[in-house]
Structure formats: structure tokens, C-alpha cells
């Protein structure tokens, strides 16, 4: 009688248990579409704001400067050169001088140089890609009503232009030129210090060191740092590369610069930050990349008279390559995308000239985005999202990279 | 060829030396790797050197007095004002909600990653948490600025959500450690053996059951340990916090003002042209000390969870 109520009572209960598991199971799918949904809402927002209607108005109407019957878009190289000369000030048309002599500029240089200082389109209004498709009509009906003078197009802020073209501070003539080399200088040094130590490092750690207090503590203390916050790789290197080192990083003892203008805030001292940053993502990829080629790769080789190094060099690390580039390709990546350090070691606000020596002032991509997002104006957050898409792509393809790599060399035991 | 053939005859003519030979290169080498290896040893050192120097110039100063660093609720440099609690409530602020979002999120993606998903849904899903662990701060901080700020501005009306708040900038930074909780704690989960479940699917219990009773609880040190990493990284969390949470110190615990938390100050102070050994200049070490102590004590907890009560299947 009894075991009957019990069985009784566990098959009314089954019903309940299995409604609750369902319920989880659909708790449980919700959550991992509400995850891709974020996904999806991150993409979908930049793109949104890197294409869209802009209405400009230009100081100067194009049409004023045609001469002969020409349209200023298709004047030669001594009629804008002359238009230069005769609008600007003499000041202005010297330095400008000065910076490159306008014989060796090309003529798409000087037509630049026409739009940006004669013409001078200012931004009136900007939209979002998802309003200039759904309210086009309300959007022309607005600017003909309250900028009568200005011009309405559909435009992409991110082009081939914007890519090549240095950084300025106006919205139409802005590009990430700078920003990106600055980018690519920075990790080149990133790299330079932090791949060779880093592997060195690995191989000491998984070949040679014996298992004491001393390899224990360099061990625990490579597993910490990688939880730092990156900001406070950032006040190290303001610290150690900006402040005590400047005599180095600025270029100075080696003679490169005026030692009364010499600072501190260069590449070289960026590059140097997030290479400590990255050093030990990179000894900890390499140390699994070692840890997986087989023993017996080790012994054969010990076996035929190798000494430790022979055996590390042309065999343990050979095999480990592809996992330690991988590795160092997704540290490298991580460091590229990196903007709170090189805030505080001291990324310039506005330079439009490329960097061109480790001893540089320098901005990188990152950087621009974050001063880009942080002006009030709409057509800079459009330039911010158009220079988020050109990092992604760039982040998007070295991590392709590393994938390829993992598949194409790597070899299981 | 010849050479060794040379060799070995003088070898063979000669008492052979079975003598270790000392080898120079060898050592070389051998110190120079452990170099590398004690390299990131001086950058602790720098860290704990530099910052610590620096926060004691801090202390130090005529304008700053220890016992109003923590107990003033006023941060202001200009004004002598230099307590730690408007930062301070802020990143606690910021970091509760991140967490509010991340964990929940988190567990129950890992679960449904770990025990429900097939396969197929499973190598599709992976690298889409990879993905979003890929994208740089930077970017998540316009998300929060143009997308979250706006949409809570419009649940929650243009006049209580203000442009900058704390409150986006909390709920963006759960979803950049959604990620990093859920790939911690599925490789948690993984990590319990198949026959755990067997056993527990052989006493009739429903899939919820297994995966909450027996598979949660084994991995239970794993998960912890996810949850203050993510805590840790959320404490130091900038580029965010920088775009969308607002700038300049303010005492609240509401989410939809404007807060600069820790890291946003350093951030907003260096990012003119710092002059050394200014108050300015000496404030952002001892907050840098500050933010590198918490953290370190985090993970080294978390680390010690996982040492301490990892339960060792063969």
C-alpha cells in the first residue's frame, strides 16, 4: 500500500520535474540567443553609423572658382596651385609651402589641399544608414526647409580615401593613415621585444627549469601579470619608457632629435608598453604550444647524441612553431586593439603627419576611435564607426591568419 | 665525412676521454633563457617599484591628507578634495552591473554549451564567444555610448537617463565578459567525466537535474574561480567606462547619472600632457596601486580556489 503511494507520488512528480527541465532548457537557449543578439546589435550599430546621409554646406561654392569654363574638379595642377596663392594668406601658402613644395605634391595633393582650406565643406547634419533608408523623403524635406543652401548625399565615411588619407580635423577630409601606421610601428616593436623573450622564456620554463621554489615563483608570477589591467601596463610605461628611459626613447642619445624638444612620447615607448603587456599571453601560448610535442620527439634526439639546445632547436621548437605563431598572432592582436595604455603613456590628440622613426610621435587606431567617439559631433561618430570597420577587418584577417596557420601546420601526436 | 672519419681514428689511437666537456654555448644559451624567463619577475618588480614610489609622493603631499582619502566623498584635485569614494562607488557600481548581466548570462550559455547543445550547434557557437572576446574595448564603448545609452534613454525617459551614465556602461561591460565567464566555465563543465553523468542519468534524473545536481556542483571550484576573473577584469575595465560612463567624480550609486569610476579618471587625467610631479601625475599611480592590488588579490584567489577545491577525476 505504501510502495504504491510512493510510485504514485514519484509519477505525479516526473511530470513536474520534466516541465522544469524544459523550462530551463528554453531559459538555457534564451540566454545564448540573447548573447548573439549582442553580437548581431554590435555589428549591425556600426554599420549604421558608417553609412548614411549628410547634408554639408561649403564656405566657398565650387562653382565661384571655375575658370575658362572649367570646373575647379578638373583644373591642372598650376591653375589650383595659383587659386591657392591668390586666396590664401601669404602665411598660410608658405608654410604650407614649407611642409612639401607644392612642385612635389600631385595634383590630387593640391585638389585635397583646394577642398580642405578653399572650399571648406562643413557638416551640417549626419544620419544613421537605418533612418537615410526608411525616412529618405522626411530627410530631404528637412534639409531643404532648414539648410536651403545645402547639399544632401548618401555617402559611405568609410572609402579607399579615408583609409590612404592623413588625419585632419575636419569630418569630410579626415582619414586614418596615420593611425594606422602608427598602429603598425607601435606593435613592430611590440613584437621585437616581446616574441624573442617571450619564446625564450617558454622554452626555459617547459626544457630547463627544474621544479623549485625560484621556477615555481616566475611560474605563478607570469600567470598574475596576465591578469593585470592593461591601464597599469600603461602607467609602467609612462613610468619607466616615457619618464626614466626618456633619453632613449626620445631618440636623444642617439642624436636624432633637438634634446630640448626630446619627449619621451613616442612609438618606441608605446611599443615597448604593450609588449609587456602581451609577454606573458605570449609565454603562456608558447609554454602549451612546447608542452604538446611529444617526449619521445626529445629522446630520439638525445638518443643520437644531441645536447639540450641541439635537441630544443631543431626539433622541439620546429614542431612547436605553428602553435607558438599562433599564439603570438592572437597576443599581437589583443595588443593592437589595446587603447587605455597608450592613453596614458601619451598618444598624441592630433598629428597629421606619419610617423617615420621609433622616436615619432605617433596615434594609433584605437586611439582615433576613442577620440573620434568622445567629440559631441555625429559626423565624428560616423568616422569612429568607419574606423572601427577598418580595425575589425584588419583584427578580422590576422586572426584568420592564425586559424589558417593552426590547421595548415600543426601536427598531432 | 672526412673530417669525422679524421676524428674518430685519432679518437680510437688516443685513451678515449669519456669526460663531460664543458660547452660555452650551452651555457650561454642557457643563461640567456633563463633571462627571458626572469624577465617578467622585473616587470612585477617595476610595477610594485614604480607605482609604489610614486603613490608614496602621493601620501606624501602637503594637499593630501590619508585619513580623506578614505573617508572624503570628494574627489577633486584642484580643490585639495582628494577622497576615494566617488571613484571608488562608481567602479563598484559599474562592475555590479556587468556582473549582474555576466553571470547569469554566462553560466546558462556555458550549460546550454556544455550539456544541450549538438555538435553541429556547438562549433557554430564557439567561435562566435571567440569573436566577441576578440573585440577591442574600444569598440564596446561606442556600443555603449550610441546604442545602449540612447535605448535606455528611451525606456527610461530622456530626463532620468543622463548622456553619459554609469548605468550603460555596466550593462556593455557584461556583455564583454559574457564571453570570458562562459569559455572559463564550460571548460569547467567539460572537464566533469561522462561516467558522473551516466550514473546520475541512471537513477532517472531529467537532464536539468544532472546538469544542476551533479554537473554544476563538480565543477562548482572552476566556475567560482570564472566568476572572479571576470569580477577582476571588470574592476580594470577602461576604454568603456572612458567613452560612456562620463567624466568627473560624483558620489552615487545611481545608474543613470554620470560617474567616472578609477580606471575613467586615469584615463581622462593622462590624457592631456601630464606634467611629472604633479599632484595629477602623482594621483594616477596610487589609484593605478590601488586597481593592481585588488586585481592581483582576485586572481590570486581565484587561482587558490581552483588548486584548493578542484575535485580530481582519473
Known amino acids: 500500500m505504501k510502495e504504491k503511494a510512493v510510485v504514485q507520488g514519484f509519477a505525479n512528480n516526473l511530470e513536474a520535474r520534466h516541465r522544469r527541465s524544459t523550462l530551463w532548457r528554453v531559459v538555457f537557449q534564451a540566454s545564448t540567443i540573447v548573447g548573439i543578439f549582442a553580437l548581431v546589435a554590435l555589428m549591425i550599430n556600426i554599420i549604421n553609423g558608417a ?186 610605461g609612462l613610468a619607466i619608457f616615457v619618464r626614466a628611459l626618456e633619453p632613449l626613447t626620445s631618440g636623444e642619445v642617439f642624436g636624432l632629435v633637438d634634446p630640448t624638444t626630446a619627449n619621451g612620447r613616442t612609438v618606441l615607448s608605446a611599443g615597448l608598453t604593450l609588449g609587456l603587456l602581451v609577454l606573458p599571453i605570449i609565454i603562456i601560448n608558447a609554454q602549451e604550444a612546447i608542452r604538446a610535442v611529444p617526449r619521445s620527439l626529445r629522446n630520439a634526439s638525445y638518443g643520437v647524441g644531441a645536447t639540450k639546445w641541439q635537441t630544443v632547436w631543431s626539433h622541439v621548437l620546429p614542431t612547436a612553431m605553428p602553435g607558438i605563431l599562433t599564439g603570438t598572432i592572437l597576443a599581437v592582436s589583443r595588443a593592437i586593439g589595446e587603447t587605455a595604455p597608450l592613453v596614458v603613456v601619451g598618444a598624441s590628440t592630433a598629428i597629421s603627419f606619419d610617423p617615420a622613426s621609433p622616436f615619432s610621435k605617433f596615434t594609433t587606431l584605437p586611439i582615433q576611435i576613442y577620440q573620434w567617439t568622445s567629440r559631441p559631433q555625429d559626423e565624428f561618430r560616423s568616422l569612429a564607426a568607419a574606423s572601427i570597420l577598418v580595425l575589425l577587418v584588419l583584427l578580422l584577417s590576422l586572426n584568420a591568419s592564425a586559424v589558417l596557420l593552426r590547421n595548415r601546420f600543426s601536427r598531432r601526436f | 665525412m672526412a673530417e669525422l672519419a679524421l676524428k674518430n681514428t685519432e679518437k680510437q689511437t688516443s685513451t678515449v676521454n669519456l669526460r663531460r666537456r664543458p660547452r660555452w654555448g650551452e651555457t650561454v644559451i642557457q643563461a640567456l633563457l633563463f633571462f627571458s624567463g626572469f624577465f617578467s619577475i622585473f616587470t612585477t618588480l617595476g610595477i610594485v617599484y614604480e607605482l609604489g614610489k610614486e603613490a608614496l609622493l602621493f601620501f606624501q603631499m602637503p594637499e593630501v591628507k590619508l585619513l580623506d582619502v578614505f573617508t572624503s566623498t570628494k574627489w577633486q584635485p584642484h580643490t585639495g578634495n582628494f577622497g576615494i569614494w566617488p571613484l571608488f562607488t562608481s567602479t563598484l557600481l559599474t562592475t555590479t552591473i556587468a556582473m549582474a548581466i555576466a553571470i547569469p548570462l554566462g553560466l546558462s550559455v556555458a550549460i546550454y554549451l556544455s550539456e544541450y547543445a549538438k555538435p553541429r550547434v556547438r562549433s557554430l557557437l564557439k567561435p562566435i564567444l571567440e569573436i566577441l572576446a576578440g573585440i577591442p574595448t574600444i569598440v564596446y564603448g561606442y556600443f555603449a555610448l550610441t546604442f545602449m545609452t540612447p535605448l535606455l534613454r528611451q525606456i527610461f525617459g530622456r530626463d532620468v537617463v543622463q548622456i553619459y551614465n554609469t548605468g550603460s556602461a555596466g550593462l556593455v561591460m557584461g556583455l564583454l565578459i559574457l564571453p570570458l565567464i562562459t569559455s572559463m566555465t564550460e571548460d569547467a563543465l567539460s572537464a566533469v567525466p561522462r561516467s558522473l553523468r551516466e550514473a546520475a542519468y541512471g537513477v532517472g534524473g531529467t537532464k536539468l537535474e544532472v546538469a544542476l545536481q551533479i554537473v554544476v556542483p563538480a565543477a562548482l571550484s572552476g566556475i567560482a574561480a570564472a566568476v572572479i576573473v571576470g569580477i577582476s577584469r571588470a574592476i580594470g575595465e577602461t576604454m568603456i567606462v572612458a567613452v560612456a560612463a562620463g567624466a568627473g567624480p560624483n558620489f552615487t550609486l545611481n545608474p543613470f547619472v554620470g560617474a567616472e569610476t578609477i580606471t575613467g579618471h586615469i584615463v581622462r587625467i593622462s590624457g592631456g600632457d601630464l606634467s611629472y610631479d604633479s599632484v595629477d601625475y602623482n594621483s594616477i599611480f596610487a589609484l593605478g596601486l590601488f586597481l593592481f592590488i585588488v586585481t592581483l588579490v582576485l586572481n590570486i584567489i581565484s587561482q587558490a580556489i581552483v588548486r584548493r577545491f578542484r575535485e580530481v577525476y582519473e
Open chain 1, 51 to 236: 553609412f548614411g546621409y549628410v547634408a554639408y554646406e561649403a564656405k566657398v561654392d565650387p562653382d565661384t572658382l571655375t575658370v575658362d569654363g572649367i570646373p575647379v574638379q578638373e583644373q591642372s595642377q598650376e591653375q589650383l596651385v595659383a587659386r591657392l596663392q591668390s586666396t590664401l594668406s601669404s602665411g598660410a601658402y608658405k608654410k604650407l609651402e614649407n611642409e612639401k613644395p607644392f612642385a612635389q605634391r600631385s595634383r590630387e595633393e593640391v585638389y585635397q589641399l583646394v577642398v580642405e582650406r578653399i572650399i571648406r565643406p562643413q557638416v551640417v547634419e549626419v544620419w544613421n544608414l537605418w533612418p537615410s533608408l526608411t525616412q529618405a523623403d522626411k530627410i530631404r524635406a528637412t534639409v531643404a526647409q532648414d539648410h536651403p543652401g545645402a547639399e544632401l548625399d548618401f555617402i559611405s565615411w568609410l572609402t579607399t580615401d579615408f583609409v590612404t588619407r592623413p588625419q585632419t580635423s575636419e569630418a569630410f577630409t579626415a582619414g586614418v593613415r596615420t593611425a594606422i601606421l602608427g598602429s603598425l610601428w607601435t606593435i613592430l616593436f611590440t613584437i621585437l621585444l616581446a616574441f624573442p623573450i617571450g619564446v625564450g622564456a617558454a622554452i626555459y620554463l617547459e626544457e630547463y627549469a627544474a621544479d623549485n621554489w625560484l621556477n615555481r615563483i616566475i611560474q605563478t608570477n607570469i600567470n598574475n601579470l596576465a591578469g593585470v589591467p592593461s591601464i597599469v601596463y600603461g602607467i609602467l
